[in-house]
């Protein structure tokens, strides 16, 4: 729950143990195969495949269902261990669904990062940038208040002096003196300290409006959409475009390009989507459908 956020909890079946411990029909396989890793002091690095039932609530076509997957762990080569997932992936349908072409597109959270860290976005901005990433909605608002940051105008009084001074010692005491007016316990939720840097955090990127420059490269960014072959000569291009430095993001890239070719998968029927993701905390580098 805490990585893949609250939505998740209306998804599974949650009941409690007779000591009152938090438990839940499994979800997925992730979690499970890892703790068995554990458990089993297996070391790394060391690969795993599972297939079995989990359980969800609200799923179309039922609450019950198989799923696939496998989990890759501990090598050191991010490259290559990037391509043989996929191309296990493509492996694995082309057995189950013989016949079909099956069209691949890549996306690459890393460059992305590295795309707003070469922009000089203040840490705030990339993090909730980060968390939308792979949802066009979501990109579209956070970007719109990027260009035209909203008024501050929810905060009045003392809070709103505090904030704008980033006092966060003064606002945590201010909040928790008012918690305990109303009779609210810290312990219920965020610590007084907490709500106090996140308002501050918030009227912070309040106050940064990216230049048009930067916005029409972040923007142009976005727009990449190329067949993998040609995926590295036009991140190449954009960024000495835009003067940008994308570093070791551009770098892992281009390797993870060369790895793939090498396991026989046809990089001009693989396409690279620089605006393509998901937006959970989790996924941080190479995603692929």
Same mark, same amino acid.
């Given at each position: 729950?805490?990585?893949?956020?609250?939505?998740?909890?209306?998804?599974?079946?949650?009941?409690?143990?007779?000591?009152?411990?938090?438990?839940?029909?499994?979800?997925?396989?992730?979690?499970?195969?890892?703790?068995?890793?554990?458990?089993?002091?297996?070391?790394?690095?060391?690969?795993?495949?599972?297939?079995?039932?989990?359980?969800?609530?609200?799923?179309?076509?039922?609450?019950?269902?198989?799923?696939?997957?496998?989990?890759?762990?501990?090598?050191?080569?991010?490259?290559?261990?990037?391509?043989?997932?996929?191309?296990?992936?493509?492996?694995?349908?082309?057995?189950?669904?013989?016949?079909?072409? =099956? %069209?691949?597109?890549? &996306?690459?959270?890393?460059?992305? $990062? *590295?795309? /707003? @860290?070469? #922009?000089?976005? +203040?840490?705030?901005?990339?993090?909730? =940038? %980060?968390?939308?990433? &792979?949802?066009?909605?979501?990109? $579209? *608002?956070? /970007? @719109?208040? #990027?260009?035209? +940051?909203?008024?501050?105008?929810?905060?009045?009084?003392?809070?709103?002096?505090?904030?704008?001074?980033?006092?966060?010692?003064?606002?945590?005491?201010?909040?928790?003196?008012?918690?305990?007016?109303?009779?609210?316990?810290?312990?219920?939720?965020?610590?007084?300290?907490?709500?106090?840097?996140?308002?501050?955090?918030?009227?912070?990127?309040?106050?940064?409006?990216?230049?048009?420059?930067?916005?029409?490269?972040?923007?142009?960014?976005?727009?990449?959409?190329?067949?993998?072959?040609?995926?590295?000569?036009?991140?190449?291009?954009?960024?000495?475009?835009?003067?940008?430095?994308?570093?070791?993001?551009?770098?892992?890239?281009?390797?993870?390009?060369?790895?793939?070719?090498?396991?026989?998968?046809?990089?001009?029927?693989?396409?690279?989507?620089?605006?393509?993701?998901?937006?959970?905390?989790?996924?941080?580098?190479?995603?692929?459908?």
């Amino acid at each position: 729950l805490d990585m893949a956020g609250e939505d998740l909890r209306r998804r599974i079946f949650l009941t409690e143990s007779e000591t009152g411990k938090t438990l839940c029909l499994r979800p997925e396989f992730t979690i499970p195969v890892c703790l068995d890793h554990i458990a089993s002091q297996a070391g790394t690095p060391r690969r795993y495949s599972y297939l079995g039932e989990v359980f969800r609530q609200r799923r179309e076509g039922g609450n019950e269902f198989f799923q696939a997957g496998i989990e890759d762990l501990g090598d050191t080569d991010i490259a290559a261990a990037d391509a043989r997932s996929l191309a296990d992936a493509h492996a694995l349908l082309s057995l189950v669904l013989p016949g079909r072409t =099956l %069209a691949i597109t890549l &996306g690459d959270q890393t460059l992305f $990062e *590295a795309v /707003l @860290a070469a #922009l000089g976005l +203040p840490r705030g901005w990339r993090m909730r =940038l %980060a968390r939308a990433f &792979g949802s066009a909605p979501m990109l $579209e *608002a956070a /970007l @719109a208040d #990027l260009a035209n +940051p909203p008024r501050n105008s929810q905060l009045s009084g003392p809070v709103a002096l505090l904030v704008l001074d980033g006092d966060q010692e003064g606002l945590a005491a201010h909040i928790a003196e008012g918690m305990e007016q109303a009779g609210l316990s810290a312990s219920g939720g965020r610590s007084p300290a907490d709500i106090a840097r996140r308002l501050i955090e918030k009227a912070q990127l309040r106050s940064v409006r990216l230049s048009d420059d930067a916005f029409s490269a972040l923007k142009g960014f976005l727009e990449i959409d190329v067949a993998l072959s040609g995926a590295t000569a036009a991140l190449e291009k954009f960024a000495a475009d835009a003067g940008l430095s994308l570093g070791p993001a551009l770098e892992n890239f281009s390797a993870r390009a060369k790895a793939i070719e090498a396991h026989g998968l046809s990089s001009a029927q693989i396409r690279y989507d620089a605006a393509f993701g998901r937006p959970l905390d989790y996924y941080t580098g190479l995603v692929f459908e």
